[in-house]
């Protein structure tokens, strides 16, 4: 695939992506890098991953704690808020919508 | 660059990008923790520290360490129909601007609008063809370039100009390397203005122009040249004068500053009124 097309892409839906991988329960910032992998998205980078994890944090969308690992570090565990619920939901009625209107327009049929 | 090396950087540029100490502590360790738990190498995982520092402020949409807003004081600069024309063209049509003391005014538009003209006429370097410049108090001046003696070294123009604002040498010099400092810079003693960088010229002529405190301080793009992490130091200096009481007055292009000032004057658009 186009990477400049994907990141692109990505750029606009990472948020939506976090907020629903967090609102299956709480997570950290690596355990989520992961998660977004396997979910067929690529790898993305903690210089992008924890800036939109900060935004969603001060927008009051998502809350976050510290907590000791049994081992290893402390981790910073994030757990979606319930305005992080209803902005979900409201964004996921719209990603629908939109990507139908998208995909309609892609797939027409070419006029003969 | 190994792990601590990079966090010690990055806790840094994040003071430096204005992040405050509890989440400079929040984001580092995070960031510590994930490094651990990857084993991946920093620059892979977040770029290089200033790139992420950036970021980071970038998602806190501004910093948070804004000066807190105080009451403007008394006027220190009133221009009023200010008006220049060169050579049959209208460079400036009655301009007007009003600053008080603890307030900042950037003085925007396309080039050409007239911006260095109108400070170089608040300055006094330059007659209005027609309107008024009135400053109440000391006046410091920072030009586009030029402003430095090629065979004078940094402290000489401490103690040169120092001495026009009744400072002593130990003053002036004292004075100078304190505000050198807030620009991230030491000057070498010695070495002339002219075997300095553009960049660093400019350092010198913006610490000049604050030398002993002045009312009013002029400054026309005063940071060509600056790197990214200078062009912030630049901007806490400007907060900190205005916290201070000064009335500072600087000539941009760069729109991303505006939510920072107190009064913006858009030299394109009073032309275009007038046109």
Known sequence: MDQERRAQWLRGVLDLCVLALVSRGESYGYELSQALRTHGLGTVQGGTLYPVLLRLQRSGLLSAHWREGRTGPARKYYRISPAGSAALRAATTDWNAFALSVGAILSEEPKR | MNHDDWLAALTGELRRHGVGPDLTGHVVAEAATHLAESGEPPLRVFGPPEAYARAVA????????????????????????????????????????????????????????????????????????????????????????????????????????????????????????????????????????????????????????GLGEPDVLLLDEPYQGFDRGTYLDFWHEVWRWRDAGKAIVVVTHLLNQLDRVDIVLDLTASRERVA
């Open chain 2, 58 to 209: 970038d998602s806190l949409g501004g910093p948070d360490q804004r000066p807190p807003r105080r009451r403007p004081g008394p006027v220190r600069l009133a221009a009023q129909g200010v008006t220049k024309r060169y050579r049959g063209r209208t460079v400036l049509d009655r301009v007007d601007l009003t600053v008080r003391a603890g307030e900042i005014a950037a003085v925007v538009g396309a080039n050409g609008a007239g911006k260095s003209t109108f400070l170089r006429i608040c300055a006094g370097l330059l007659s209005p063809d027609s309107g008024t410049v009135r400053i109440d108090g000391t006046l410091g001046y920072c030009p586009q370039d030029g402003g430095t003696a090629e065979f004078l070294d940094p402290d000489e123009h401490f103690v040169l100009v120092g001495a026009g604002r009744g400072l002593s040498r130990r003053t002036a010099r004292r004075d100078g390397r304190v505000k050198a400092a807030a620009l991230d810079w030491t000057p070498p003693a010695g070495t002339q203005a002219r075997h300095l960088s553009g960049g660093t010229r400019q350092k010198l002529n913006l610490v000049l122009a």
